[in-house]
């Protein structure tokens, strides 16, 4: 094995389950955490390896069953710096903000994407932000997946970051999702309650785990589609478990679109479908309520489906009256 650059911070074993996909397709679907740019330079770099050996192309073709080693160096100091990004603000007050984070934009600064991310965005956009979250994550209370779409709330002052954590922290903030997931789930009502932790061999990703932390999520069937065999579903959580959405769901054989992460199979589904999710997630945080950290008032906030969810939904109805055609 190479000498590496870099001190290594974390090494990440993955199972290539998919044909024919480079090296750096695979690693950036894998661990979304960093960009696929970034994953390229590794490669380049020489810190991934496929079955114990050395490889620089970012192009090879992995074929199924085969292991990829990342060796994840330790993180360069970050200068986050303000850019003029666009930003969708539903509301705007003294003590907080609440934004809607589009699909493919990172929260906050880590290696691979030092610009472009939401904090980027609102550093340009307002005069202050906490301080809590350190200069990677200014006013940053929670956070959302990056290939996943949807409100979040930002803090504007510390005051304001304590008490909003806090009310995260006691479940007493209301979420609310809508989910396209690959298959029929059979009931029109499930409650989910299984303890997620950290995955014992892939070590970025989550499962259901005896020993890892309670976790709730109640689960409405909205629609069936099922020539299609896809369900569009309402979700509500009632803990804030990483990924909590995208495994408990997974666990019981239903993986949201687009997923692959956690199960989804691209080739489940037609390939027009496929290309309308433009590497999202079919999933999105449509609803956040609270009570303001500082007035004492309850407020609500709920948005319209966003793309690409909003296409893609659009075309499954649009193919299941088709196919339900004689």
Not at 66 to 76: A, D, I, K, N, T
Not at 91 to 96: A, K, V
Request: charge should be neutral; charged fraction near 30%; hydrophobic fraction near 35%.
């Amino acid at each position: 094995m190479s000498g590496f650059q870099r001190k290594i911070a974390e090494v990440l074993s993955f199972e290539v389950q998919e044909e024919g996909l480079r090296l750096d397709q695979f690693l950036a679907q894998a661990y979304p955490d960093i960009s696929r740019s970034y994953v390229q330079k590794l490669i380049e770099e020489g810190y991934v390896f496929v079955d114990t050996v050395e490889v620089k192309k970012p192009s090879k073709r992995l074929r199924v069953g085969q292991q990829v080693l990342l060796y994840l160096p330790e993180p360069e100091p970050l200068e986050v710096l303000p850019e003029a990004i666009p930003l969708e603000v539903l509301y705007e007050d003294e003590d907080l903000m609440v934004v809607v984070k589009p699909c493919g934009m990172v929260v906050h600064p880590s290696p691979g994407y030092t610009s472009g991310t939401l904090v980027n965005a609102l550093l340009y956009y307002a005069k202050s932000l906490s301080s809590i979250g350190g200069v990677e994550r200014p006013g940053i209370v929670h956070r959302l997946d990056k290939n996943t779409a949807g409100l979040m709330v930002v803090a504007k002052t510390d005051i304001a970051h304590r008490r909003l954590v806090e009310e995260f922290k006691e479940r007493r903030v209301q979420k609310l999702y809508r989910a396209l997931v690959k298959g029929l789930f059979p009931k029109d009502y499930e409650l989910i309650e299984a303890p997620i932790g950290r995955h014992p061999e892939e070590r970025k990703t989550f499962a259901i785990r005896e020993d890892g932390k309670p976790a709730r999520t109640e689960v409405w069937v909205l629609e069936r589609f099922r020539r299609q065999e896809i369900s569009l579903l309402k979700v509500k959580i009632h803990t804030g478990r990483t990924h909590q959405i995208r495994v408990h769901l997974s666990s019981l054989g239903f993986p949201i679109l687009g997923d692959t992460t956690y199960r989804f199979k691209r080739n489940s589904v037609r390939p027009e479908l496929l290309e309308s999710t433009k590497d999202c997630h079919m999933l999105v945080s449509y609803h956040l309520g609270f009570m303001h950290p500082t007035k004492g008032k309850w407020l609500s906030f709920e948005i319209e489906d966003p793309e690409p969810f909003r296409s893609t939904l659009a075309l499954i109805k649009e193919l299941e009256e088709k196919l339900t055609k004689p």
